[in-house]
């Protein structure tokens, strides 16, 4: 076990990322954060875990709970804090319950009090803004992004905010056992053995599906990143890629039509978005009504589509309204060959 420096050096070499989907560096966080003269900071485990297909975090939370919330004291040790927040969804906490309560308890008793959080489950839940919002008391919706929670996070005071992924590398890298891998969340229709794996983080695509028995037996492209935010890839491309974002790969069969792959894309957006801002707000609404009247046979009106893709990209308040762009215009570009 290191002392509190050599953690941090130790998680410097490890090299290790964030991996809420931003790979931000941990060190850098950690050492910005210590470098601030505040009589209080928080540190927050972020189990909100929202996007679609993407279910790593549960995964760490059903089989290694105590590793994570290891590496939630490990951060706090380091901050000199002895106060933070589990923050989970609801439907979450609801199974995992006799997991997490327990290790909340162990660690009041070691004078740590992490006080529990839950939210109602929604994606933009997950996002930091809305996240410190909701702790707050206040609407669940992004903030602007300065300053930084790092600086002000929650109640005036900088705050350390992780995903569970994280906080459990930040374990492994604490006791030596960090080994440059990461999970990857395998999904889609008629695969063989759909899970969560733990994966080399410049594996390929492709060698995962073969390596973990998913390589399909049908003509297929993947999204790889995040059901709602990833990119869209033919087979062809996946050899080459790694993961991304939130580390989920899933599988299409080629025949599933345009259709059929922006419906649940669109109603997503839609479903999620906050309402805070009006390219998002207005334009996932216009996506879902232009579908409205299309059905799996039609020629969908891209040209249509295009401005809005566009207005979302470079209007909306924050990375989810943005986020759109990469899946819907890789879909239309590698899928397609159609340029949106
Ligand atoms: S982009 Fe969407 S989710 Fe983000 S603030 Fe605007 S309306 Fe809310």
Same mark, same amino acid.
Request: proline letters at 5%.
């Given at each position: 076990?290191?002392?509190?420096? =050599?953690?941090?050096?130790?998680?410097?070499?490890?090299?290790? *990322?964030? #991996?809420?989907?931003?790979?931000?560096?941990?060190? #850098?966080?950690?050492?910005?954060?210590?470098?601030?003269?505040?009589?209080?900071?928080?540190?927050?485990?972020?189990?909100?875990?929202?996007?679609?297909?993407?279910?790593?975090?549960?995964?760490?939370?059903?089989?290694?709970?105590?590793?994570?919330?290891?590496? $939630?004291?490990?951060?706090?040790? &380091?901050?000199?804090?002895?106060?933070?927040? &589990?923050?989970?969804? #609801?439907?979450?906490?609801? *199974?995992?319950?006799?997991?997490?309560?327990?290790?909340?308890?162990?660690?009041?008793?070691?004078?740590?009090?992490?006080?529990?959080?839950?939210?109602?489950?929604?994606?933009?839940?997950?996002?930091?803004?809305?996240?410190?919002?909701?702790?707050?008391?206040?609407?669940?919706?992004?903030?602007?992004?300065?300053?930084?929670?790092?600086?002000?996070?929650?109640?005036?005071?900088?705050?350390?905010?992780? !995903?569970?992924?994280?906080?459990?590398?930040?374990?492994?890298?604490?006791?030596?056992?960090?080994?440059?891998? @990461?999970?990857?969340?395998?999904?889609?229709?008629?695969?063989?053995?759909?899970?969560?794996? @733990?994966?080399?983080?410049?594996?390929?695509?492709?060698?995962?599906?073969?390596?973990?028995? !998913?390589?399909?037996?049908? =003509?297929?492209?993947?999204?790889?990143?995040?059901?709602?935010?990833?990119?869209?890839?033919?087979?062809?491309?996946?050899?080459?890629?790694? $993961?991304?974002?939130?580390?989920?790969?899933?599988?299409?069969?080629?025949?599933? /039509?345009?259709?059929?792959?922006?419906?649940?894309?669109?109603?997503?957006?839609?479903?999620?978005?906050?309402?805070?801002?009006?390219?998002? @707000?207005?334009?996932?609404?216009?996506?879902?009504?232009?579908?409205?009247?299309?059905?799996?046979? /039609?020629?969908?009106?891209?040209?249509? &589509?295009?401005?809005?893709?566009?207005?979302? =990209?470079?209007?909306?308040?924050?990375?989810?309204?943005?986020?759109?762009?990469?899946?819907? @215009?890789?879909?239309?570009?590698?899928?397609?060959?159609?340029?949106?």
């Amino acid at each position: 076990m290191y002392l509190r420096d =050599d953690l941090l050096a130790a998680i410097e070499q490890a090299g290790l *990322v964030g #991996r809420g989907g931003a790979a931000f560096p941990v060190a #850098r966080k950690w050492r910005r954060i210590k470098d601030l003269q505040k009589p209080k900071k928080y540190v927050i485990c972020n189990a909100s875990e929202g996007e679609p297909d993407v279910s790593k975090d549960f995964f760490l939370l059903e089989h290694y709970p105590a590793e994570v919330f290891k590496g $939630l004291i490990l951060a706090m040790d &380091f901050l000199q804090t002895k106060e933070g927040y &589990f923050y989970i969804n #609801r439907n979450y906490y609801q *199974v995992l319950q006799a997991k997490i309560d327990p290790l909340l308890k162990s660690c009041q008793e070691r004078g740590y009090l992490i006080n529990l959080f839950i939210e109602e489950p929604s994606y933009i839940g997950g996002e930091t803004g809305a996240l410190l919002n909701a702790i707050e008391g206040k609407k669940v919706q992004p903030r602007y992004k300065n300053p930084s929670p790092s600086v002000l996070g929650i109640f005036g005071t900088p705050v350390l905010l992780h !995903n569970v992924e994280t906080l459990y590398d930040v374990a492994c890298v604490a006791i030596g056992k960090f080994d440059q891998t @990461r999970l990857a969340t395998i999904s889609g229709e008629g695969l063989a053995k759909p899970d969560v794996y @733990r994966v080399r983080n410049d594996q390929g695509v492709i060698d995962i599906l073969r390596q973990t028995g !998913n390589y399909p037996s049908f =003509d297929f492209f993947v999204q790889v990143g995040g059901g709602a935010a990833g990119e869209v890839l033919t087979s062809k491309q996946a050899e080459t890629a790694t $993961l991304s974002g939130s580390g989920s790969i899933k599988v299409f069969p080629k025949t599933t /039509s345009p259709y059929t792959f922006l419906q649940k894309l669109f109603a997503f957006y839609d479903r999620e978005s906050c309402g805070k801002c009006s390219p998002c @707000r207005d334009g996932a609404w216009q996506l879902v009504q232009l579908l409205a009247g299309q059905s799996e046979q /039609s020629e969908l009106p891209w040209a249509k &589509f295009s401005p809005i893709i566009k207005i979302m =990209d470079k209007g909306s308040f924050c990375n989810l309204g943005k986020s759109i762009a990469l899946p819907v @215009r890789s879909y239309a570009l590698n899928i397609l060959g159609i340029k949106v």
